[in-house]
């Protein structure tokens, strides 16, 4: 008899603690719902105060552009690179009788800037062309191994500096009797023009012991008229040329269209402890070098 309520009492406490489970799981489920919905409210909070600033900044920026006495700026860049010139354009807003108005413009990392004056083309839109004396040159990435030791070319200040090099900063003058107004200086990046007309190179050296292997693809993004039609591999001692490899043009599906073109030379001979530089010539002419070491 004992035995029988033990076993009941047993029973009992394992459908008290099942009970106990049950309610527990059922809170701890209504406690992550919980969390949920809260989490769920706290990022629609979010993406409603994130909304309400953009449209607070582009209402702001709408009312600057109308309050402002100038249009923004329409640049456009020539299609070739004989003799390159950018055409500005603008709007002035209540244009002064007998105001005059001077774009002022900076070529890369100077400071003094050259006034050019500008034309009007009709009433209020002005217009002036500034010459760009732009060192046009392809991208060129290059990756050099030799023996155990891999280098991939990453100068970050000669990259920066060609960066500012290739920088158009302007802004607008315009000046009735003592009274002169100024826009704000705008910036133009015009280095991916020297993309646009020669392409992008990648080059790959494998410098061994005895031997070396180049490798050089060309791709010409915009199908320009400019590629490259010959490549050389020019080695030094010191300031000395010892020797001149030409690479190989590789045929292929690569050879049959202006987007892309591949080069070749693999050479039995011993060029470590030299200076090594490629050069390619383009169709137009232009000759670019690079060092690979």
Partial sequence: M????????????????VIVNVISLSKINQVESQIQFISSNQQNIQYEVSNQANEVNNFLNDMKREQSWIS??????????NDPQAILQW??????????????????????????????????LFEAKVPLNLDLR???????????????ETRKKVAEEQYQQNVLKYYVSMSNGEI???SDIKTTYL????VDSYGIIQSDIELREKSITVNLYHHNQNISD???EQVYLSVY????????EQLNAMEGDAQTDKKSSYFRLEKEKNYENKRLVIKVIYSNGKTFTKSVN
């Fill in 91 to 124: 709007q002035i807003k209540e244009l002064q009788s007998g105001a005059k108005v001077t774009l002022y413009y900076l070529m890369g990392a100077g400071e003094s800037y050259t006034a050019v004056p500008a034309e009007q083309i009709n009433q209020g």
């Fill in 226 to 228: 400019n590629v490259i």
């Fill in 138 to 152: 392809p991208q060129w990435e290059i990756g050099f191994m030799s023996g155990n030791s891999s280098i991939q």
């Fill in 237 to 244: 001692e010191g300031d000395s040329l010892v020797a001149e």
């Fill in 72 to 81: 923004p700026f329409d640049v456009d860049l020539p299609a070739t690179d």
């Fill in 191 to 194: 280095g991916d023009y020297g």
């Fill in 180 to 182: 002169e107004k100024n």
């Fill in 2 to 17: 004992k035995q029988e309520y033990a076993i009941y009492g047993i029973i009992l406490m394992l459908v008290i603690s």
